[in-house]
């Protein structure tokens, strides 16, 4: 009775990681009808951290936020893509810390250019090089196999150049990745 018990487990989160690929894909080319609004990007970070703070309790990372309060960062968007961007944006950055870590995310605006800036830094293992090039191409990833499609970077990318913005990833000197 035991086995099987374990056999179905495994089976569920075997489905569940099908399901998962085929939703990304279905994402990844797939024109869905966005409903782009003026959004402001901190309402869209709070509502992420709260969504995401127990599991980075759970995962032993410490969260500091810097958020530009003087002023509302709107952005005409989706909310819906932009929540799921900064989602996958921030499971990718607890995966790079898997013993625990630091996160900080912050925003403002260029004083210059009136646009708005999100910024997400992990003390994390950084990102190799060889990677750094290729990090939002679809399908790459460095991932172990069964955790991971590579789409995630690679729809974030195409929706930040669909919004007539950029998305842009390094190593900071300190470890880590921004």
Avoid at 88 to 112: C, E, Q, R, W, Y
Avoid at 146 to 158: D, P, R
């Amino acid at each position: 009775f035991e086995q099987l018990r374990e056999f179905n487990a495994h089976m569920t989160r075997e489905l569940e990681r099908c399901g998962d690929i085929v939703s990304g894909l279905l994402a990844f080319s797939r024109e869905s009808v966005l409903e782009f609004v003026n959004t402001d990007m901190n309402e869209i970070l709070e509502a992420v951290i709260t969504l995401t703070r127990h599991k980075l309790e759970l995962c032993d990372i410490q969260l500091e936020t810097s958020l530009c309060r003087s002023t509302p960062l709107i952005v005409f968007g989706d909310k819906n893509q932009l929540q799921q961007c900064f989602l996958n944006l921030i499971f990718n950055a607890i995966d790079a810390m898997p013993k625990g870590g630091k996160m900080v995310i912050s925003s403002g605006t260029h004083i210059d250019t009136k646009k708005v800036w999100i910024e997400i830094n992990d003390s994390g293992s950084g990102i190799n090089d060889q990677n750094l090039e290729h990090i939002f191409d679809p399908f790459f990833t460095t991932k172990d196999v069964n955790k991971g499609t590579g789409l995630g970077l690679a729809i974030i990318y195409g929706y930040m150049h669909e919004l007539g913005g950029t998305i842009e990833a390094g190593n900071r000197p300190e470890g880590g990745a921004v």
